[in-house]
């Protein structure tokens, strides 16, 4: 086993690679970060003010980022620039659906996204709370084809 990195005193979730394998995407507290494997340069992926882009789950599909957003009750694409060092863009792919109540951990298997809407990692189990779901409830999505990075936002 290789240790890739350590960063102190982070919080950190959701992490994925690019199909050349050469960058490592993944969250530091409330933001993306990239490593280079090759150089092990660390660098935070910039987003367009205001965006939210903190994350449970990460996927790299079609030149973007398709995460996962709990506490948002949201799936949502980060369309990424040529370089793959910066968000161009936000786009929702699914949001408030009735069995989100704390949409996390997934796997993509071909186009979609197989995930579990109703992960009770932030929210109480309480039968009377307006967000319980007594159930287990697992969801697929299909991802749309994504736009092209370097696309104008």
């Known amino acids: 086993m290789e240790l890739l990195l350590d960063v102190p005193e982070n919080e950190t979730n959701g992490i994925t690679l690019d199909p050349e394998e050469r960058y490592l995407f993944f969250t530091l507290g409330r933001t993306i970060s990239r490593l280079d494997l090759r150089t092990r340069e660390l660098k935070e992926v910039p987003a367009p003010d205001g965006a939210r882009v903190g994350t449970d789950e990460m996927y790299f599909v079609d030149g973007g980022l398709v995460i996962l957003r709990p ?4 799936i949502a694409r980060l369309v ?49 709370s307006p967000e319980q779901h007594p159930d287990v409830l697992i969801q697929r999505l299909r991802i749309p084809p994504g736009s092209s990075t370097g696309a104008p936002a």
Do not use: I, W
């Open 71 to 74: 506490r948002l009750k949201q």
């Open 80 to 128: 990424l620039n040529e370089s793959l060092d910066a968000v161009r863009r936000v786009e929702v792919l699914a949001d408030g659906k009735p069995s989100f109540a704390y949409p996390t951990t997934g796997v993509m298997v071909g186009p979609d996204l197989v995930s579990v809407a109703t992960s009770y990692a932030d929210v109480p189990r309480n039968d009377r």
